[in-house]
Each structure stands twice: as C-alpha cells, then as structure tokens.
Nanobody, 121 residues
Framework: QVQLVESGGGLVQPGGSLRLSCAAS????????MGWYRQAPGKQRELVAG???????NYADPVKGRFTISRDNAKSTVYLQMNNLKPEDTAVYYC???????????????WGQGTQVTVSS
C-alpha cells in the first residue's frame, strides 16, 4: 500500500520558518518523482518545489530563494524547508509522488493527506 505521510505544518509569523516532512513508502520513493504542492482557499493546487526522477530540482517563482526541497534516501523522506514565510504562503501543503509511463504517457500519482501552513501575525 502506497503511503505519503506529511508532518510539520502549523502557525507561524511572517518572516518565520517551518520544515515540512513527507515519509513515503520505500517502493515509490526511489522510482517516483517527489514534490510539494499547495492549495490556498479559492485557488488551484500549484507546484511549489519538486525533484525530477533524475534528481534535479525545480521551484515555483514565488518561493525561489526562500524554500528548499531536500531528501533523505535512507529514511525515504522528502523535506521542504520554508524560510522568510509570507502571508501569501498560507495554504494546505501536499506531498506528491508521480511517475509517467514511458510508453503510454499515463500519469500515476499519489498524494498525502495535506498539512496546513498558516502565516499570520
């Protein structure tokens, strides 16, 4: 059974920091691209940061220079370090594991349950 278990959300003041964690089933951690998405109220879910299967990283423009995605392969865990948080970062953050079939192009993906991040004074 595939599981993505997130932790680390909470309430933080503007300028503060949080670190999100996502523990994944070992079988998908090594074969799927891992990333973080977020969804704010009334908005579509958007990519925040991610690893490709090749190991390179990419970030959404609003978080570049403030957020860092990393991984611990031994723990099958991916992290999102969020610094200098802003009120507009408030959202539910979701861990994602995705893989596209090389022949059919079919996308298979899994989502965590989400963790709330609220940035407010």
């Amino acid at each position: 059974q595939v599981q993505l278990v997130e932790s680390g959300g909470g309430l933080v003041q503007p300028g503060g920091s949080l670190r999100l964690s996502c523990a994944a089933s070992g079988s998908i951690f090594s074969t799927y691209a891992m990333g973080w998405y977020r969804q704010a109220p009334g908005k579509q879910r958007e990519l925040v940061a991610g690893f490709t299967r090749g190991g390179s990283t990419n970030y959404a423009d609003p978080v570049k220079g403030r957020f860092t995605i990393s991984r611990d392969n031994a723990k099958s865990t991916v992290y999102l370090q969020m610094n200098n948080l802003k009120p507009e970062d408030t959202a539910v953050y979701y861990c994602n594991a995705g893989r596209r079939h090389l022949v059919t192009g079919r996308l298979t993906e899994y989502w965590g349950q989400g963790t709330q991040v609220t940035v407010s004074s």
